[in-house]
């Protein structure tokens, strides 16, 4: 059996890993992995497949730094070229970005099955891209492999449970990762606050609107009095706040370096194996993210989600993370409610751990 796995960005490398590894023990089980492109910095791309052992790319497609039809366009033109000389059993999709969809539109044009890991997720704002992208990708895949109840209660709404399409709760495969990798996390090459929250900023809908991005900085600046905050700075933020000149939290930081203002403490893009170090040593995560919101979790940390609105309602319910929206002052409350508000994390939302097992004995039975 030979399956294709699509995979662009960062989350994705990370999901990937862990359905890799299983797939590893079958020796009847072929995998092509193609890599669009998307992610393509080394701290975002190259030094994930070094660090967490994922095979590298039979296809890398270099598709990247374009508007949002343009990338997938390319990619659907590029993968389908793949698929066509592969002549795959499974194409494996993950998550919502522009690669996901490209995969799943390609794979359902050549009557290649589909299996769309990490479905059923729905934040119900449509401007955001990656809403589209998992919306689209659900209804044209052929199994849905789901990360917690409910993911699987929002495609049953959609009419999901009378349709041709299998869906399944798996577990998180991003759980799979986090405890497989936390006994090899490591220490960046930077110096540590003994107490720090560790931040992420890179949504497009934040960082494309200046007045957000200066609002959430000068939320940060202004936690960072009382607690240091350690940011490490995916790209295209690295990029945007270079230009900005107006916002107090970038006084005396006008041309971007690594480095500090005062406890705001900015660094470059760290691997997976940092990462997890940090989530283990920090006290409270920041994020625009998606997958950081899940990981905050994992390892017991509570979270403000810097967006309007989280497609992981369920952290929500059980207090483990806030939306605290874009607006300085609502960013401040949160951070008040959430740094005294005690939180029992023994609950089990994601599954076990063991999402990748369920994810290839169904493959391999379909």
């Avoid at 005294?340 to 369920?358: E, H, P, Y």
Wanted: proline share 4%; net charge neutral; hydrophobic share 40%.
């Amino acid at each position: 059996m030979k399956f294709v796995s699509i995979i662009g960005a960062r989350p994705q490398f990370i999901k990937a890993a862990a359905v890799s590894r299983e797939i590893s023990k079958y020796t009847d089980i072929q995998e092509v992995i193609v890599h669009t492109g998307q992610h393509f910095d080394i701290n975002m791309s190259e030094i994930f497949f070094k660090q967490m052992q994922i095979p590298e790319p039979d296809y890398n497609l270099g598709i990247n730094s374009l508007t949002h039809g343009a990338m997938t366009g390319q990619m659907l033109t590029k993968i389908e070229e793949v698929l066509i000389k592969e002549k795959p059993d499974w194409v494996l999709v993950y998550g919502d970005t522009n690669s996901t969809l490209a995969g799943s539109l390609a794979a359902k044009k050549l009557l290649i099955k589909t299996a769309h890991i990490e479905a059923g997720l729905r934040s119900y704002n449509m401007k955001m891209p990656e809403e589209v992208n998992r919306i689209l990708t659900d209804r044209i895949s052929d199994v849905l492999f789901c990360p917690s109840n409910i993911a699987v209660e929002n495609l049953e709404k959609e009419g999901f449970k009378d349709s041709n399409c299998k869906v399944i709760n798996s577990g998180d495969v991003m759980l799979d990762s986090a405890l497989f990798y936390e006994t090899i996390s490591r220490k960046p090459e930077f110096d540590l606050p003994e107490k720090f929250i560790l931040s992420t900023i890179h949504r497009a809908e934040n960082t494309d609107d200046p007045q957000k991005l200066k609002s959430i900085f000068a939320a940060l600046s202004e936690i960072s009095q009382k607690t240091p905050i350690v940011l490490p700075l995916h790209p295209r933020t690295k990029k945007i706040i270079e230009d900005l000149k107006t916002c107090p939290a970038f006084d005396g930081f006008k041309t971007w370096a690594p480095g500090r203002i005062e406890n705001l403490i900015l660094v470059e893009p760290v691997g997976y194996l940092e990462m997890i170090y940090l989530l283990k040593k920090c006290s409270i995560v920041m994020t625009d993210s998606g997958g950081l919101q899940k990981e905050a979790y994992f390892f017991k940390k509570p979270c403000i989600t810097l967006r309007n609105e989280t497609e992981w309602v369920e952290l929500i319910e059980h207090g483990f993370n806030i939306v605290a929206g874009i607006e300085e002052k609502g960013i401040l409350r949160s951070y008040e409610i959430i740094k005294k508000r005690k939180s029992n994390f023994n609950v089990q939302l994601f599954g076990d751990g063991k999402a990748s097992t369920i994810i290839i004995k169904e493959l391999l039975n379909n």
